[in-house]
């Protein structure tokens, strides 16, 4: 099953937390050709809406990516590098990158500069650009300069797929089919895409501000979760997800029960098959924004993923589809009538 286009192009665009131009740019692009109304905020958060009746719901994915930044430059050419997201540095060792300087992309290599190879720390990576010495290396990159894995998309078998950044551009993915298919038809409800940006390193500390301008009646986020169908899965932490398995809907203190209700109700009525993820926070653009949301209600709705914040991500297209017909369905039971008071 071939990668849908849109989807292929938001997992080559570059987008560390604090880079995410390239790939908000293809958001803002997507939005507005669908008749979209397209905003955007100084943090590089985009906000996009459709529809003019109803309650308004708001669909939260967050367009950054893992990556790292040049810390050093040293004299012999090669890079010291830190972290920009809270990632395990073995999935980034012996890894192609993509350099983001001024001049565009350069592409690199990470070495590993530790005796135990196996297990090695953020500060015992560093970058090979092929640099003969730190003068040409300077000329080449600057301090600060981020990269990202250089790992493209492939498809596999079963209509399954693998790539760097599938967390979270297979949501943001999701959030403009789901805009798509309410532009196409006629919907009880507005909807609003919210691409929110630096949640792999802080948190939703870019999403509060453009959902409280919004207002909206509810918020879900859309997130990417862990399948537990590999070896080093762990069903006990958070419930049983596999790759096929449909959404993964979470259940816990911050989720509106209201919201996790009407969405089950959706799978139920649409035949689509789901799990229920749970735990005391989520991970997600969720949690901090129903600490900063003005009394939003949150609902989070996820699908599986293999291998999370490494370059060989692996997902399934049925899974994604799933969520936005959830999604559709969910949007369909909703009119003036929604009451969401506790």
Known sequence: MPIPDLLDRLLRAPGPSGREESAAAIVREEARA???????????????????????VALVAHVDQIGGAVSRIREDGLISVHKLAHADPRATAYQRVRVLTANGELPGVVGVAAK?????????????????????????????????????????????????????????????????????????????????????VYGASSVAAPLRTLGPDAAITLDMTYSTDVPEGDADAGGAH?????????????????????????????DIPYTVETGMT????????YAEGAGIPVALVSAPIRRMHTGVETAQLSDLE??????????????PSLDLAR
């Open 34 to 56: 669908l008749g979209a109304s397209v905003e955007s905020d100084v943090l590089g958060a985009t906000t996009a809406v459709v529809g003019t009746d109803g309650p308004l």
């Open 116 to 200: 135990d190879k196996d297990k090695p720390a953020w500060e015992d990576l560093y970058l090979d650009i092929g640099a003969a010495d730190g003068d040409e290396a300077r000329e080449l990159v600057e301090h600060g300069d981020a990269f990202v894995l250089d790992a493209a998309p492939v498809e596999l078998h079963g209509g399954r797929f693998a790539s760097a950044a599938i967390d979270n551009r297979a949501s943001v993915w999701i959030g403009l089919e789901t805009l798509r298919r309410a532009a196409a038809g006629e919907l009880p409800c507005r909807l609003a895409l919210v691409a929110s940006v630096h949640e792999e």
């Open 242 to 270: 596999s790759l096929g398995g449909g959404p993964a809907l979470f259940r816990g203190t911050i989720i509106h029960p209201r919201l996790f209700a009407l969405l089950r109700e959706a799978a139920d009525a649409a």
């Open 282 to 289: 989520t991970m997600t653009d969720a949690d901090a924004f």
């Open 322 to 335: 799933a969520v936005v017909d959830l999604l559709v369905s969910f949007a369909e039971r909703l009119g």
